[in-house]
Nanobody, 115 residues
C-alpha cells in the first residue's frame, strides 16, 4: 500500500531552521501533486504548502517567504525547508498528496519551536 514517512522534526529556538523529509513508496510519486500539512494541539490539520509534479509551488500566507517546499522525483522524496521558525509553527507536520488521501496519513514529525 501507499506509505508516506516523515522525518526531520525536532526542537529549535525561535528563528531557527529545520528541514523535513517525506519518503514515499508504492505511489506514482513523480506524477502527483504533493503537500505538507500540519496540526497544532487543539487545532484542525491545515495545509502548509503544495508542489506539483512539475515543481510549481504554492504556500499559505503564514509560511510564505519562510518555508520552501521541494521534491526529488528520482528519490520519491519531498522536502520542507523551514527558516525563521516561530513558536506558532509548533505542530506535527505531515505529508500527503494534494488533495490528501485520508487512508495514507503517516505518523508525522513533531516540530517544536521554543520562545
Amino acid at each position: 500500500q501507499v506509505q508516506l514517512v516523515e522525518s526531520g522534526g525536532g526542537l529549535v529556538q525561535t528563528g531557527g531552521s529545520l528541514r523535513l523529509s517525506c519518503a514515499a513508496s508504492n505511489i506514482f510519486f513523480s506524477r502527483i501533486t504533493m503537500g505538507w500539512y500540519r496540526q497544532a494541539p487543539g487545532n484542525q490539520r491545515e495545509l502548509v504548502a503544495t508542489i506539483t509534479s512539475g515543481s510549481s509551488t504554492n504556500y499559505v500566507d503564514f509560511v510564505r517567504g519562510r518555508f520552501t517546499i521541494s521534491r526529488d522525483n528520482t528519490k520519491s522524496t519531498m522536502y520542507l525547508q523551514m527558516n525563521s521558525l516561530k513558536p506558532e509553527d509548533t505542530a506535527v507536520y505531515y505529508c500527503n498528496t494534494h488533495p490528501p488521501l485520508n487512508a495514507v496519513w503517516g505518523q508525522g514529525t513533531q516540530v517544536t519551536v521554543s520562545s
